[in-house]
């Protein structure tokens, strides 16, 4: 890699565009070890700079939000497939948009979902057999899928549309895999990678078309497995939330577009990829994969495992922070710098962009010994203490963190814990490669066999 002189600010700068399209995690880890915390790209039309010191993340995230908002990255497909929706939204758009989705994601509700997803983890794990081999990611995908339509679509999902879902979630992702070249080529260009990812956003409009027409038909009336307000008795989920606001003129047919496009796929995705790579890292440190099953077998004592147990799982949950500290499925954020800021001692113009890598920070020898090593009791609540807040943040953070993180966490200890208590899953690969796009993805199919336990 080759190492530039200092940008115009005095900050390190570090390039060049390729590297990071070779390999987008190596080349962050590489531009923290040689400058530190605050570190400028030469990687596109506007300087972008890499935050890397916990504080100064906070500050962006927690201190500071309205100074660093959301960065448009100059790259319209992501608009084209996302639109207008919690992801991307800013301003009045996104306060109205999180108002009207926050009730469909409140504890109370997101505890009451506990046994529907149990049940698509079992419904899903009767079709398993001992010495079957599988790519867990494609399983895990298909489980998330139909656990986010039934929770937040109130509705189920027939296999046909899942696997319409998996077919294009390839082209979609291959869409936004680092590319200095991309930018050259104008997105209406008719070359067969654009081609490819309209007929997959058409697709999946096609599925969204079809849960909303259905929903219509059926006067908003949720699935018997989707909770209701017990004042109201009216259905809870997101779905139903838009389509009464559709209803009093607040919300417009491509805002429901957008959000459920939003909820399809961020919300299957991430969580399918926590739980991939945790079967990963249990497969090769079977020294944790025992202490989990103790605890399920002290826990659970072979029961179906409830929401109330989940609470009580708390080496489970420190095996899922500790496989998204390693593999965070969201390996970077990225802000504006609204006006000129000063940052960990450099001036930073407006107008530029802000990295915050999950990536680097997660694995940095500052604050985890031995950071490339799997190690779930790092995440004992004496060890948390002693980190910084933002040592570790895979949803994020302050008003734009995940709207989804009490849902995600519930489901992958809920999954985890149902299939851990039949299965053990012995990893078939190579060594683990990764690719970058919107979340940070296995190259290879993530083959496993299934042993009984």
């Known amino acids: 890699m080759s190492i530039r002189p200092p940008g115009p600010q005095g900050v390190p700068l570090f390039g060049n565009g390729q590297q990071f399209a070779d390999d987008p995690f190596q080349f962050m880890t590489a531009c923290a070890d040689a400058y530190g915390d605050v570190v400028a790209f030469d990687l596109g039309p506007i300087p972008l700079y890499m935050l890397t010191n916990p504080q100064d993340i906070k500050r962006v995230l927690v201190s500071e939000p309205d100074r660093f908002p959301k960065l448009d990255l100059g790259d319209d497909a992501i608009y084209e497939l996302l639109g207008d929706g919690l992801l991307l939204s800013e301003g009045e758009t996104w306060q109205q948009q999180r108002q009207l989705a926050n009730p469909a994601f409140h504890g109370r509700r997101i505890r009451t979902l506990g046994d529907m997803m149990v049940e698509h983890t079992e419904s899903t794990v009767g079709d398993w057999a001992d010495g079957d081999r599988l790519d867990i990611q494609i399983e895990m995908a298909r489980l998330t899928v139909r656990i986010i339509v039934t929770a937040m679509l109130g509705t189920d999902i027939s296999d046909e549309r899942i696997r319409t879902i998996q077919e294009n979630l390839e082209p979609l992702g291959a869409r936004f895999e680092p590319d200095p070249f991309r930018r050259l080529i104008p997105d209406w260009a008719p070359t067969a990678e654009n081609r490819e990812f309209r007929a997959a956003i058409d697709d999946l409009e096609s599925v969204i078309d079809d849960i909303v027409a259905d929903r219509r038909r059926r006067g908003y009336e949720a699935g018997a497995e989707t909770p209701v307000d017990t004042d109201t008795d009216e259905p809870m989920d997101l779905l139903s939330l838009l389509l009464r606001a559709k209803d009093r003129g607040e919300q417009t047919d491509r805002q429901i577009r957008d959000e459920m496009m939003t909820m399809l796929l961020a919300g299957h995705d991430t969580t399918a990829l926590m739980l991939t790579y945790t079967w990963y890292l249990l497969s090769q440190h079977p020294e944790v994969e025992r202490r989990l099953h103790a605890e399920l077998d002290s826990v659970l004592d072979g029961s179906t495992p409830t929401a109330a147990d989940a609470r009580q799982l708390e080496y489970t949950e420190q095996v899922l922070n500790e496989a998204m500290r390693l593999y965070p499925p969201v390996y970077t954020l990225f802000r504006e710098a609204a006006t000129d800021v000063k940052i960990g001692g450099y001036r930073i113009p407006a107008g530029s962009g802000l990295m915050l890598p999950q990536w680097v920070v997660h694995r940095s020898p500052r604050w985890y010994d031995n950071p490339d090593q799997f190690n779930p009791d790092r995440f004992n609540s004496e060890r948390v203490a002693d980190r910084p807040r933002f040592s570790f943040f895979p949803f994020g953070g302050g008003p734009r963190h995940c709207i989804g993180k009490q849902f995600s966490m519930l489901e992958a200890k809920l999954i985890l814990a149902t299939v851990a208590q039949e299965y053990r899953?012995?990893?078939?690969?190579?060594?683990?490669?990764?690719?970058?796009?919107?979340?940070?993805?296995?190259?290879?199919?993530?083959?496993?066999?299934l042993e009984s336990r």
């Open 425 to 449: 899953l012995d990893y078939l690969g190579d060594a683990l490669e990764l690719r970058g796009s919107l979340t940070m993805h296995p190259r290879e199919p993530m083959a496993m066999r």
